[in-house]
């Protein structure tokens, strides 16, 4: 219910810049897919965005990767840290590396369940030709 009213956050049509830290909360997938929502704010351009130790899982991270599709993000930032990302998760999140405007990309994923799979697909990131 949390994540579901923040999301309303996407109807502030002058919003550039969102800090949100959600750290340490009962946040578990659910709440991660109405987070996405925030993906509909015309002008957010930067977005910080903690998650950690959160209940967030592979679900959770492949509902994050729908922020690709915010019109004018060019910055992002996902703190991950001991959550419940695993190999699914990194690999959804690899596809941010089609988000058309995004040009730096902050992805902490410390302390999860990642292995050889998800490393193997969050090194195609350096593919992206506008992230720096």
């Known amino acids: 219910a949390v994540a579901q009213a923040l999301a309303a956050v996407k109807e502030a ?3 550039h810049t969102l800090h949100l ?3 340490s ?6 709440g991660a897919k109405a987070l996405a929502a925030i993906k ?3 002008k957010l351009q930067t977005l910080h965005l903690n998650l950690t130790g959160t209940n967030l899982g592979d679900s959770g991270a492949q509902a994050l990767v729908s922020l690709k599709e915010a019109p004018s993000l060019h910055t992002l930032h996902l703190h991950l840290l001991r959550t419940k ?3 699914a998760g990194a690999e959804a ?5 089609e988000a ?3 040009h730096t990309l902050h992805l902490d994923l410390s302390y999860n369940s990642i292995k050889d799979a998800g490393a193997q697909a969050l090194a195609a990131l350096k593919e992206a030709p506008k992230l720096h």
Do not use: C, F, I, Y
């Open 93 to 97: 999140l690899a596809a941010l590396k």
């Open 40 to 42: 509909e704010a015309p």
């Open 21 to 23: 830290n959600l750290e």
């Open 85 to 87: 990302v695993g190999d």
């Open 25 to 30: 909360t009962s946040l578990e997938d659910a």
């Open 13 to 15: 049509v002058n919003l």
């Open 100 to 102: 058309p405007k995004l």
